[in-house]
């Protein structure tokens, strides 16, 4: 996998700036506050996994990250771009080239092929000529050894195989940033431990990696371990192979 520059990072000193980010939500006639305050950075190169209890602010903070939702108060900085001041037709552009995200029940249109699942934000993108697409969408689906399966549609084949295949989505447009909401979460171990083996092969050739995880034993895996309890960050550091006993 070609990296995103000569050095991978696109230049940017910090690929995620989150500052003071406060998210509030309608609850009835109150409001409930769901992240209170966080704060934090990720360099490029890095891979970070997200950890804490169910109904803390994990997904809600991804989604503040890929501009899925706004911040009630705070900035969010990614890629050099002010994320929350962006209109919804700037965002969709900037998250089509500078993010691939991945999800826990992986997304795949049914009604198309894997190649067509992985052509598709090229696409929606105008990257490439129609011809490179194609080409390069194979690649993808080679490097997530799914190149036999390509032009089967996602029901011919298992949930592994279905998120090989989001992973190979996600990467389609070269983004420098690969976000995870519970990648694992719906596979097997050993096919978690296949696709997270997969994602510490994408960031050593360049790409950053920020993973929401309840999986204890790839979360002590990850470099850098970020605990959210009760809306704000409780832990971050360094881990790197250390024993964790989060959630």
């Known amino acids: 996998m070609s990296k995103t520059n000569g050095n991978g990072h696109n230049g940017y000193d910090k690929i995620i700036e989150v500052k003071d980010v406060i998210k509030n939500f309608k609850v009835g006639d109150g409001e409930v506050t769901i992240l209170k305050g966080i704060s934090f950075d990720v360099k490029p190169g890095e891979f970070v996994s997200i950890v804490g209890p169910s109904g803390n602010g994990k997904s809600t903070l991804l989604n503040m990250i890929t501009g899925i939702d706004r911040p009630s108060g705070g900035e969010v900085i990614v890629t050099g771009r002010e994320v929350h001041k962006m209109s919804e037709n700037k965002l969709a552009s900037w998250r089509g080239e500078h993010v691939g995200i991945i999800f826990q029940f992986?997304?795949?249109?049914?009604?198309?092929?894997?190649?067509?699942?992985?052509?598709?934000?090229?696409?929606?993108?105008?990257?490439?000529?129609?011809?490179?697409?194609?080409?390069?969408?194979?690649?993808?689906?080679?490097?997530?050894?799914?190149?036999?399966?390509?032009?089967k549609l996602p029901s011919m084949v298992s949930g592994g195989q279905q998120q090989r295949a989001a992973i190979a989505r996600a990467l389609a447009n070269d983004p420098p940033l690969l976000v995870g909401d519970e990648p694992t979460g719906n596979l097997d171990t050993r096919t978690a431990t296949d696709v997270f083996e997969l994602f510490s092969k994408l960031v050593e050739q360049g790409k950053t990696m920020i993973m929401v995880t309840h999986d204890k034993e790839l979360a002590k895996r990850v470099p850098r371990?970020?605990?959210?309890?009760?809306?704000?960050?409780?832990?971050?550091?360094?881990?790197g192979g250390a024993t964790w006993t989060g959630y």
């Not at 092929?113 to 000529?129: E, R, T």
């Not at 371990?225 to 881990?239: A, L, M, P, S, W």
């Open 225 to 239: 371990v970020v605990e959210i309890t009760n809306g704000k960050i409780t832990r971050d550091e360094y881990v």
């Open 106 to 151: 992986f997304q795949m249109l049914p009604a198309l092929s894997l190649l067509q699942n992985v052509i598709l934000p090229m696409d929606f993108a105008n990257k490439y000529s129609p011809k490179e697409r194609r080409e390069r969408a194979m690649q993808l689906l080679e490097i997530v050894g799914l190149a036999d399966q390509a032009e």
